[in-house]
């Protein structure tokens, strides 16, 4: 088999053959085909598409390319959660702790975060001294003992994933449907839950920029889950601004504590709640959705919930009391205020735009080798919808580098838009995708 004939084949709109899936693959695996014929590859899937059986094999292949977790030793309905990414988006270390206290079983993998913000591993890092390299045998047994473990992805796990990843990055190819699906599952299916939960958003600051597109990636991702037997459920969630009101690693972990007191904001904890409901009845610690809404609801009020994320952080050999004051969490040397030059409303507050800001501020990493400014990011005041004065603040940026500032605060200030008529408030959730099909809001 050649690597130049799969091109061409693709390229003219044809189906591959598992054989030749596998074939691509492996030799990715090994370091045995090119970046210029593998990137040529992924530009063919980008234009040609793949149906859902390819995808499917895509994904299986992906998945057995390097190590797949096994969570037999756990008896439990081990159920993960994934988001494919958002500004603002903390909604894992909301909602691992949660469903955790509520009864389900927790073994999360996750990663860091290049571009905007952290991922949860940067954002978990704000507890100084956690450990997020668990070894295998303490993963598991975090699991059985406490219900919830939060641990960095093996070097080993889906290497053929790392590879085409990091080339669709710099090759424009990330936005393809089919690719996003195998890239995603093939890391949920490797990393061992027996059920998974999906937030796919839409919108400005996410990958799927139409809902039509969210609900087809939605759709897909639910075949794969379904067709290698694990209960499978997507929802589409809009990321036009961001979630909630912090942007950055500490800010953003003060947010998430604030909402497992039940103080956070509505938009987050709708979320949290609609995910962690799903989650509950999957792993069999709810029988229908309202009844699990109940549940974390009574998890929030009661404390149960924060003090989950307490032990997660004691455990883990983070420092716990840091949940508890914030003089112990990192702070940033500089501030500035963005102030309304005029009264009105807010119109637009661009989800892109205000991560590339955060990003600026050193909150997210430009290149892999950047090193984040925990303290770094952006608190929001006003938001879509919210009546603004003249000279109130309308959100607050926090660097340890003073240089920073002014070019994060003109691209902040370019994310805003005003009007003088209050603008329609959008539902966040917009339908459910499971096996049963679409429900919408
Ligand atoms: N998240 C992933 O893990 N992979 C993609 O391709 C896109 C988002």
């Known amino acids: 088999m050649r690597m130049v004939d799969i091109i061409s084949k693709k390229r003219d709109g044809e189906i591959l053959t598992d054989e030749e899936i596998i074939f691509f693959v492996k030799g990715i695996t090994r370091n045995e085909i090119p970046d210029y014929q593998a990137a040529a590859l992924m530009m063919a899937i980008y234009f040609q598409g793949m149906n859902a059986s390819e995808t499917l094999t895509l994904t299986k292949c992906m998945m057995h390319s390097g190590e797949t977790i096994d969570l ?75 219900g919830i473990a939060i641990s960095g992805q093996s070097a080993n796990l889906v290497p053929a994933d790392k590879k085409l990843y990091a080339l669709r990055d710099v090759t424009a190819t990330i936005e393809n449907i089919s690719l996003i699906a195998g890239s995603i599952m093939s890391k949920k299916l490797a ?52 979630l909630g009101h912090a942007v950055g690693n500490a800010l953003e972990i003060k947010e998430a504590i604030e909402t497992l007191k039940g103080k956070g904001p509505k938009d987050l904890e709708d979320l949290c709640l609609s995910l962690g409901a799903n989650m509950l009845v999957l792993s069999n610690n709810a029988r229908t959705y309202e009844e699990g809404v109940k549940i974390l609801k009574e998890k929030l009020s009661s404390g149960e919930a924060l003090e989950k994320l307490r032990q997660l952080v004691q455990i883990q050999g983070g420092n716990p009391k840091q949940v508890d004051d914030w003089d112990l969490m990192p702070k940033a040397t500089h501030q500035v205020d963005l102030m309304a030059t005029s009264s009105g409303y807010v119109s637009d507050l661009d989800a892109e735009t205000v991560g590339l800001a955060s990003m600026l501020l050193g909150a997210g990493r430009q290149t892999k080798e950047d090193r984040i400014d925990l303290a770094a990011g952006i608190y929001l005041y006003k938001k879509i919808g919210d009546a603004i004065q003249e000279n109130e603040v309308l959100a607050t940026l926090y660097t340890n580098d003073e240089s920073k500032l002014s070019l994060a605060s003109e691209k902040l200030q370019s994310a805003y838009a005003f009007s003088n008529k209050s603008p329609r408030k959008q539902k966040l959730i917009i339908g459910k995708v499971s096996k049963l099909g679409i429900e919408m809001e």
């Open 72 to 146: 037999s030793a756990i008896s439990a309905i081990n159920v993960d959660k994934h988001s494919t990414g958002g500004v603002g988006d903390k909604t894992t270390i909301v909602l691992a702790p949660l469903v955790a206290s509520a009864g389900a079983s927790v073994a999360k993998m996750t990663g860091r975060g290049l571009g905007h913000t952290g991922g949860t591993m940067d954002k978990l890092e704000t507890f100084s001294g956690m450990n997020l390299h668990l070894d295998r045998t303490t993963f598991i047994n975090n699991v059985q003992q406490y």
């Open 191 to 242: 990393s061992g839950a027996d059920a998974i939960v999906l937030d796919i958003k839409v919108g400005s600051g996410a990958f799927m920029k139409t809902e039509k597109d969210a609900f087809t990636l939605a759709q897909e991702l639910v075949e794969i889950g379904e067709g290698m037997n694990r209960q499978t459920i997507g929802l589409v969630s809009r990321m036009e601004q961001p």
